[in-house]
Nanobody
Framework: QVQLVESGGGLVHPGGSLRLSCAVS????????IGWFRQVPGKGREAVSC????????YYADFVKGRFTISRDNAQGTAYLQMISLKPEDTAVYYC?????????????????WGQGTQVSVSS
């Protein structure tokens, strides 16, 4: 059973930075494409970024390009989302997700395994 656990969320000021981690257990991270999503109360979950399983190609939603960076350390079994220049509108619960397809997608229906989420709050 694959399990994902997010960490690294918190409260930061606008312009600040956070690095989210997604620890994968129960299987080898290298076997999975990883996606990051976020959700605010009353709204649907939206895709933030993803990274392919087989070639580490990355994709980003337009609203985070140039500010967020997704990466993975297969040896450590952990994926990351580095976030800089954070804005109040980035406030949300952030989730990581995994799927065994070669190519990731910025669509939440693609992913089989999900973490429990970590809260990111950006406020002055």
């Amino acid at each position: 059973q694959v399990q994902l656990v997010e960490s690294g969320g918190g409260l930061v000021h606008p312009g600040g930075s956070l690095r989210l981690s997604c620890a994968v257990s129960g299987d080898t991270l290298a076997y999975y494409s990883i996606g990051w999503f976020r959700q605010v109360p009353g709204k649907g979950r939206e895709a933030v970024s993803c990274i392919n399983r087989w070639n580490d190609v990355t994709y980003y939603a337009d609203f985070v390009k140039g500010r967020f960076t997704i990466s993975r350390d297969n040896a450590q079994g952990t994926a990351y989302l580095q976030m800089i220049s954070l804005k109040p509108e980035d406030t949300a619960v952030y989730y990581c997700a995994a799927d065994s397809r070669n190519f990731c997608a910025l669509k939440d229906g693609t992913y089989v395994y999900w973490g429990q989420g970590t809260q990111v709050s950006v406020s002055s």
